[in-house]
């Protein structure tokens, strides 16, 4: 409880204290909303979900860097630990260098939660929620719910178990049905609210989270038995804390409709 308490405060604290120039994302995709079937949840129906906006591509290590440049209290030196564990962009060389094994226009990682949020913020975005994100990813190159198509859920099962995707660019999977690269294939990705639905009941703060943490006894309750991908995702998140900084962990921003 007093965990839960902590991370909820230092939300708010981020909510209110970071001071944005925000500007307009122009690599965006429109969604257009509809229902499916989430995987867990208290009732297996159908969600509903609304029209949004989502990143074509996660967010890159060269992105991230003109962040902190901008706003330099999420340097890696100056962070603070209750907003990200010590993983934080750990493969960075310093502040503002980019190892040149490691593309610039590769996904960033080792980013937690907090600084996520903050990112998009400051974009005038949001992370995408766990519904959104799900939606988004149902769908293959053709077809806007793929999810019955064995041979999909095993290509991006065998996607999960290829090592160092993190460090290949942004862009380099396939393109959706909504325009949108790389759902699967190359990082996991932050949701607003990953942890919204826990599974696997264990926390791990190192970098061996990256692994496939499918935890057979959470496939109570779910959708889709078959579907392994998505209890791997889902087993993922719950494993999560919102300082953790893990290597094959990255994120994109989301984005309301406004309506006139």
Same mark, same amino acid.
């Given at each position: 409880?007093?965990?839960?308490?902590?991370?909820?405060?230092?939300?708010?604290?981020?909510?209110?204290?970071?001071?944005?120039?925000?500007?307009?994302?122009?690599?965006?995709?429109?969604?257009?909303?509809?229902?499916?079937?989430?995987?867990?949840?208290?009732?297996?129906?159908?969600?509903?979900?609304?029209?949004?906006?989502?990143?074509?591509?996660?967010?890159?290590?060269?992105?991230?860097?003109?962040?902190?440049?901008?706003?330099?209290?999420?340097?890696?030196?100056?962070?603070?630990?209750?907003?990200?564990?010590?993983?934080?962009?750990?493969?960075?060389?310093?502040?503002?260098?980019?190892?040149?094994?490691?593309?610039?226009?590769?996904?960033?990682?080792?980013?937690?939660?907090?600084?996520?949020?903050?990112?998009?913020?400051?974009?005038?975005?949001?992370?995408?929620?766990?519904?959104?994100?799900?939606?988004?990813? +149902?769908?293959?190159?053709?077809?806007?719910?793929?999810?019955?198509?064995?041979?999909?859920?095993?290509?991006?099962?065998?996607?999960?178990?290829?090592?160092?995707?993190?460090?290949?660019?942004?862009?380099?999977?396939? +393109?959706?049905?909504?325009?949108?690269?790389?759902?699967?294939?190359?990082?996991?990705?932050?949701?607003?609210?990953?942890?919204?639905?826990?599974?696997?009941?264990?926390? +791990?703060?190192?970098?061996?989270?990256?692994?496939?943490?499918?935890?057979?006894?959470?496939?109570?309750?779910?959708?889709?038995?078959?579907?392994?991908?998505?209890?791997?995702?889902?087993?993922?998140?719950?494993?999560?804390?919102?300082?953790?900084?893990? +290597?094959?962990?990255?994120?994109?921003?989301?984005?309301?409709?406004?309506?006139?």
């Amino acid at each position: 409880m007093i965990g839960s308490v902590k991370y909820y405060l230092c939300s708010l604290l981020i909510l209110f204290s970071i001071n944005c120039n925000a500007k307009e994302n122009s690599k965006i995709a429109k969604i257009y909303g509809g229902t499916y079937t989430p995987l867990y949840g208290k009732k297996l129906s159908d969600v509903t979900v609304k029209d949004f906006y989502i990143d074509i591509y996660p967010v890159s290590n060269k992105q991230y860097l003109e962040f902190v440049k901008k706003y330099p209290e999420w340097k890696k030196s100056k962070v603070i630990e209750l907003f990200a564990d010590d993983n934080y962009l750990s493969m960075w060389i310093d502040d503002e260098t980019i190892p040149k094994n490691i593309s610039p226009d590769a996904p960033v990682v080792d980013i937690s939660w907090y600084a996520a949020k903050a990112y998009c913020e400051c974009q005038d975005m949001r992370l995408s929620t766990v519904d959104e994100w799900e939606y988004v990813a +149902r769908a293959d190159e053709t077809d806007i719910d793929a999810t019955k198509d064995r041979l999909y859920t095993e290509r991006i099962i065998k996607s999960y178990e290829t090592p160092r995707t993190y460090t290949h660019n942004i862009g380099s999977t396939y +393109r959706n049905y909504w325009g949108v690269f790389d759902m699967h294939g190359l990082v996991w990705e932050w949701t607003l609210d990953f942890n919204s639905i826990m599974i696997s009941g264990e926390n +791990r703060s190192n970098n061996d989270l990256d692994r496939n943490l499918f935890c057979a006894a959470g496939s109570i309750g779910a959708s889709d038995l078959m579907n392994y991908a998505a209890f791997m995702r889902y087993a993922f998140r719950g494993s999560l804390k919102a300082n953790f900084c893990i +290597r094959n962990l990255g994120f994109r921003c989301a984005k309301d409709i406004e309506k006139n």
